[in-house]
Each structure stands twice: as C-alpha cells, then as structure tokens.
C-alpha cells in the first residue's frame, strides 16, 4: 500500500491548516481517520482526481458581526490534506463518515488485491 501524505499545493493565498490524520491498513483495505474540528458536512470537500485523494473543510465560526478578538492562536480557518493512493485501492468504493470532528474514511482494496484461499482439491 502506498498511500503517502503529501501536503496540498494551495491554488490562492489563503491560510490552511493540516489536519492530523492516522491511517490503518488490514488486508481488506485501509481507514483514514482526519481530525477536522469545527468542520460540518456540507463544507467538507473530498475528491479523487486519478490517484490523488484530497481532503477540504471549512470551519463556519458562530461569532457575532461586531466580534473582533484581540488575541486568537489560529487564524486559519480551513483545513487542506492530500494523499497519493495505491493502485490496489477502490477509489470507487469510498465509504465517509463524518462524527464529532473525525472524517473517517474506508477505501477497501480492489478484489484482485485482497487475499484469497485457495481450496486444495485431492485427487
């Protein structure tokens, strides 16, 4: 399996934060898991272009209009994550879940992938 992390190359100057992601491989496929506070379904992106997986959500602040902080650690409001996929993996059987914070993803290995018995047959 060869799905390698590689940070996303921004197409404008906005600010992005990574998300930490965990991912764990079983012989059936693998699961992402990416922490993305804040993030709700409808401003999470995923898409798969060939080999590439990219991850996008905006967190939407409930701030008032006149709120203007005077300190705030993280200004970003976006967050940004890409990987490049195997060719074993089932791009077109991604399965999302989005639960308090945490996109979970299972992209489960193409048939031919996945190990198989073979029954022996005597005679």
Same mark, same amino acid.
């Given at each position: 399996?060869?799905?390698?992390?590689?940070?996303? /190359?921004?197409? @404008? +100057?906005? &600010?992005?934060?990574? =998300?930490?992601?965990?991912? !764990?491989?079983? #012989?059936?496929?693998?699961?992402?898991?990416?922490?993305?506070?804040?993030?709700?379904?409808?401003?999470?992106?995923?898409?798969?272009?060939?080999?590439?997986?990219?991850?996008?959500?905006? /967190?939407?602040? @409930? +701030?008032? &209009?006149?709120?203007? =902080?005077?300190?705030?650690? !993280?200004?970003? #409001?976006?967050?940004?994550?890409?990987?490049?996929?195997?060719?074993?993996?089932?791009?077109?059987?991604?399965?999302?879940?989005?639960?308090?914070?945490?996109?979970?993803?299972?992209?489960?290995?193409?048939?031919?992938?996945? &190990?198989?018995?073979?029954?022996?047959?005597?005679?």
């Amino acid at each position: 399996m060869n799905s390698t992390p590689r940070t996303s /190359v921004p197409n @404008d +100057t906005t &600010p992005y934060l990574l =998300p930490r992601v965990d991912v !764990v491989e079983d #012989s059936a496929g693998i699961t992402l898991l990416a922490d993305l506070p804040g993030v709700k379904r409808d401003s999470l992106d995923i898409k798969v272009d060939g080999p590439t997986l990219s991850l996008e959500g905006t /967190v939407a602040l @409930d +701030t008032p &209009p006149s709120f203007d =902080p005077a300190f705030a650690e !993280v200004r970003a #409001s976006r967050y940004r994550r890409s990987f490049t996929l195997s060719k074993e993996l089932d791009t077109a059987a991604i399965d999302a879940h989005l639960k308090d914070g945490v996109l979970s993803l299972r992209i489960p290995k193409l048939a031919e992938a996945q &190990p198989r018995r073979i029954e022996v047959r005597v005679g």
